[in-house]
């Protein structure tokens, strides 16, 4: 089985502490910060990769041992933070995240 990140503990608690729009930022940045580190990680010099996009990032990730069946669902992932970013109106809808794969069931809280 290929290495996981770990999980920092401050995620689940900003993900409770914020709005949509916060949620869905504050997991890009948490994520995408582990995804920074699992690449540093299996990089003797990871200072010395040029700066790499979001999804060109997670594909080597995935090239240097992160789960592939994770790919999906965290480019999804950074597709609605993109969506937030560019869009005033962007919503977290139910749709999107039933498209987030069944590997990562995931349901709105109704208030």
């Given amino acids: 089985m290929a290495a996981q990140p770990d999980i920092d503990k401050s995620f ?3 993900l ?3 709005d949509e729009l916060g949620v869905v930022i504050r ?3 948490h994520i995408e910060a582990s995804i920074n580190d699992f690449i540093d990680s299996k990089i003797p010099y990871p200072d010395l990769l040029p700066r790499i996009p ?3 990032r ?3 990730a995935n090239a ?3 789960e592939k069946s994770h790919f999906d669902a965290l480019k999804l992932l950074g ?3 993109n969506s937030f ?3 005033v109106n962007a919503e977290l809808t139910d749709k999107k995240l039933m498209n987030f794969t069944p590997n990562y069931p995931v349901r709105l809280k109704k208030p």
Avoid: P, S
Wanted: charged share 25%; proline share 0%; hydrophobic share 40%.
């Fill in 16 to 18: 409770a502490a914020e």
């Fill in 64 to 66: 240097l041992g992160l």
């Fill in 27 to 29: 997991a890009h940045v």
């Fill in 85 to 87: 970013d560019h869009n």
């Fill in 12 to 14: 689940y608690a900003h």
């Fill in 54 to 56: 979001y999804e060109g």
């Fill in 58 to 60: 997670l594909r080597l």
């Fill in 79 to 81: 597709d609605i933070r």
